[in-house]
């Protein structure tokens, strides 16, 4: 029986496997087995199912069912005594941190409300973000990325503009340089008026809502049909800097994007020559700079043109030749591998 164990049979006498039911059954059957016939089931014998015949130890006579049966009762009562004593335990503990709770009241923004709090659904969104709306008093930042704004976007969140701005608070948007091209977001920025100051850059991070610098809201998951509520003051103050940081080096809306100073080459193809000297690939490009793929694959065909690229491999080297793998100056990148890095500002688009 060497080599055989538990591990082979990893079950109990409520679960046999199928070699050792056979055994077992023909063992009830004929009131006892052949030892070698139990060889490979070795767990016939480590479960107390058969046993040496004292007569004969070549042979293994069978514990009766009625006798198995009572153990497996028997372990079955002991286990739900014992999950109920742990149930009592964890309701009894739950019972005494629940009373500390009521007897520590926290200190400072904690108090307001947890540090980081899960909104699951598009409705519990929206209630948060209405409630952070009427607390906020001083300044709201914006990232707003996925190029041209929907018109069912920008209406979304209009009732929330309008009384931001009938109280004074100030709002300041980030957008792609792509949503320039969306008459929705011009019709809204006019609405607003001064209230609002718009810029842009070639490409953001995911969106991000800031009131007052003290809550934060960004999306969990792709769809954006969960996001997170931070309060925790640390969290918020390294956001209001990235946020800062990119605002410094985008363009106002306002500013038309200066001629990239290459002849049949725009600010939207020099962004994409950048990123196709980096390696990605065409539904990744189209997604960072908020075109479509097939937009973006257009004006990856005109690069080709304008440079006289016949593959995609000769026109990484036209590219890199033509001084469009980077931006001017080997500028470094901003915090958080965000592009938009100073003088990228020097470009228009298309």
Known sequence: ???????????????????????????????????????????????ALLHPDPDDMDWLVPT?????????????????SASQRRVGSAVAAFEWYAGLGHQVRPAGPAAEGPAIRVLDGLARIQAAMDEATQACTTEVLTVQPGGIRREAELSEGLHRALALRGRGVRMRDLYTHVARHGQGLLTYLELMGDAVEARTLDEVIDRLILFDRTVAFIPANTDRTMALELRHPAIVAYLVTVFERLWRLAIPLTA????????????????????????HQD????????????????????????????????????????????????????????????????????
């Not at 164990?5 to 009830?28: N, Q, T």
């Not at 038309?256 to 390696?279: C, F, N, V």
């Open 1 to 47: 029986m060497a080599g055989h164990g538990a591990e082979e049979h990893p079950h109990g006498a409520d679960r046999l496997c199928e070699a050792g039911d056979r055994v077992y059954s023909r063992a009830v059957r004929r009131g006892r087995v052949a030892r070698r016939d139990a060889e490979p089931v070795p767990c016939l014998l480590e479960l």
């Open 64 to 80: 009766s069912p009625q006798e198995v049966m009572t153990r497996l009762l028997r372990g079955m009562y002991d286990e739900v």
């Open 256 to 279: 038309p994007l200066p001629d990239t100073g290459i002849e049949g080459i725009s600010h939207r193809e020099q962004s994409i020559a950048a990123l196709l000297a980096e390696g």
């Open 283 to 350: 539904a990744v490009i189209a997604e960072r700079l908020g075109i479509s793929v097939r937009t973006c694959r257009a004006h990856i065909a005109r690069l080709s043109e304008t440079l006289g690229a016949a593959s995609r491999t000769q026109l990484g080297v036209r590219i890199a030749q033509a001084g469009l793998d980077g931006p001017p100056g080997g500028a470094a990148s901003p915090p958080l591998g965000v592009p938009g890095v100073p003088g990228r500002e020097s470009r228009t688009a298309r």
